[in-house]
């Protein structure tokens, strides 16, 4: 089945630092890859996606490209805000009838001021 | 687009009680719905997935007659947890996979999410 490895946290960032959370994945054919945020109390937000190799999501400063050589969709933002303080789940979801997510452990990241 | 709701957002009740979750997709429409339950400081573990008109199908572990989905429309799933222990006190997530009409069909939109404390 497929499986998400993500960077364990916590990851502690100061304000306008850069921000790197690295994600592998292991998937059958050809996966649609995901980064959600999960901000404290709250469901998971989808932040991007991206669908085919090569493909770079992007949304609110944050990207991630499909890289299918090396199986990974790594997170970056140039500069972290405090309000960027959040859960970041990765996850791929390669098809079949139902398009089931599989999820990564999350990353929390808090960003101080 | 892709909104989905979820109702109560939060609920106490009493041990050997039940309890409903309602989960809607507001402005498209879900053929497919998914429920999750997340422990503290852990990541989401899918409970069920549900299809509209059909029974839902449980992931292994979970027991279906304890946690009843109902996916009566293309629009709402609930999910009753019934004779509610405290180990069941829990955050429960529903999803709804996107297409008819909003999101796209291979994303999964979530709810905000249902806090369950059993008492």
């Known amino acids: 089945g497929d499986s998400v490895t993500q960077m364990e946290g916590p990851v502690t960032l100061s304000e306008e630092a850069f921000l790197t959370i690295n994600c592998t994945y292991t998937a059958t054919g050809y996966p649609s890859l995901f980064w959600y945020v999960q901000y404290p109390g709250e469901g998971l937000q989808l932040l991007l996606k991206?669908?085919?190799?090569?493909d770079k999501g992007s949304n609110k400063g944050f990207e991630a490209t499909y890289r299918k050589e090396t199986t990974s969709f790594h997170l970056e933002k140039g500069s972290v805000q405090v309000s960027d303080s959040a859960v970041y789940f990765c996850?791929?979801?390669?098809?079949?009838?139902?398009?089931?997510?599989?999820f990564g452990k999350g990353t929390l990241l808090t960003v101080n001021p | 687009g892709a909104v989905v709701s979820q109702h109560p957002s939060r609920v106490i009740c009493k041990s050997g009680t039940s309890v409903k979750i309602e989960c809607r997709s507001l402005?498209?429409?879900?053929?497919?719905m998914f429920w999750y339950r997340q422990f503290p400081k852990q990541s989401l573990m899918l409970m069920a997935t549900s299809n509209e008109g059909s029974k839902a199908t449980y992931e292994q572990g979970v027991e279906k007659d304890k946690f009843l989905i109902n996916h009566a429309s293309l629009t709402l799933s609930t999910l009753t947890v019934t004779s509610a222990h405290p180990e069941d006190s829990s955050f429960y997530i529903c999803s709804a996979r996107g297409g008819g009409g909003g999101g796209a069909p291979d994303t999964q939109y979530f709810g905000p999410g249902t806090r369950l404390t059993v008492l």
């Open positions: 996850a791929v979801n390669s098809g079949g009838s139902n398009y089931k997510l599989t």
């Open positions: 991206a669908t085919k190799a090569d």
């Open positions: 402005d498209f429409q879900a053929t497919t």
